[in-house]
């Protein structure tokens, strides 16, 4: 495996090394919150690689609150990623929720995702952090920012260097207008405290679509290395998380104007 500087993670995909750091380009991750069939996952993953994705997003395990909610398609959901991993050649981030899941999401992620909701669960990071597979780490949202770089802490500790922080928002007093509260203060924050690369999901920061894109461009003024964006192909009629994702339109005009700020690709 091929490691990268210190304050670089590198990530072999079937496109080629993608690097992630402040010396590096913006990578753009994109894509549905759940694998739902396959056209909508390949057809997703061509457009947002035209777009200037690097990574198709995409959950097969979904973390719902309520257990009467669409829970992903599971393993079947892992072999549609791996078509369109085959399609497009993007690399795919998918999370893990069980380590019993690991060998299946290890066959097709190039970055297995731990959710906020398993930021804290360091029996699944010990168990991740003993495989080679470069790790993002989400935010938990109510971790503060030494419980989130412990967590991490966790996976370097069991051997893994390539680990991604992505801030995702917090619970904060006030979620009336927005699902959560994007943190982007980690941005300078994470800087000064450590070397690992840093990314923003203003999908789930902010849980409206319309607040993504003025989020996004404001966390690449602010320094980040990476941002996760939920993308579908008809958002109205998602399976989960509908209301924050963009549409390919959308998602084509912030990536414009994202390289306006920063450099993109
Ligand atoms: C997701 O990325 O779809 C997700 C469930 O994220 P989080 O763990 O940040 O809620
Ligand atoms: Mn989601």
Sequence with gaps: FRYGEASEVVVPTPN??????????IVVTAGPCSVENEAMIVETAKRVKVAGAKFLRG?????????????????????????????????????????????????VADVIQ?????????????????QDKPVLLKRGMSATI?????????????????????????????????????DLSVIPVLRSLTHLPIMIDPSHGTGKSEYVAPMALAAIAAGTDALM???HPNPAKALSDGPQSLTFDKFDRLVQEMSVLGKVV
């Excluded at 080629?16 to 380009?25: I, K, S, T």
């Excluded at 398609?73 to 019993?100: F, H, K, Q, V, W």
């Excluded at 731990?114 to 003993?130: D, E, H, P, S, Y």
């Excluded at 967590?151 to 893994?160: I, K, S, T």
């Design 59 to 107: 959950g097969a395990y979904k973390p719902r609150t309520s257990p009467y909610a669409f829970q992903g398609y599971g393993e079947s959901a892992l072999d549609l990623l791996a078509a369109a991993r085959e399609a497009t050649g993007l690399g795919i981030i998918t999370e893990l929720m069980d380590a019993a899941d690991l060998p299946a999401v290890a066959r």
């Design 114 to 130: 731990i959710g906020a909701r398993n930021m804290q669960n360091f029996a699944l990071l010990k168990k991740v952090g003993a």
């Design 146 to 182: 030494d419980e989130w770089l412990m967590a991490a802490e966790y996976l370097l500790a069991a051997g893994n260097p390539n680990v991604i922080l992505c801030e995702r928002g917090i619970r904060t007093f006030d979620s009336k207008y927005a699902r959560n509260t994007l």
């Design 16 to 25: 080629g090394d993608v690097y992630f750091g402040e010396h590096h380009p």
């Design 229 to 231: 964006i939920e993308v």
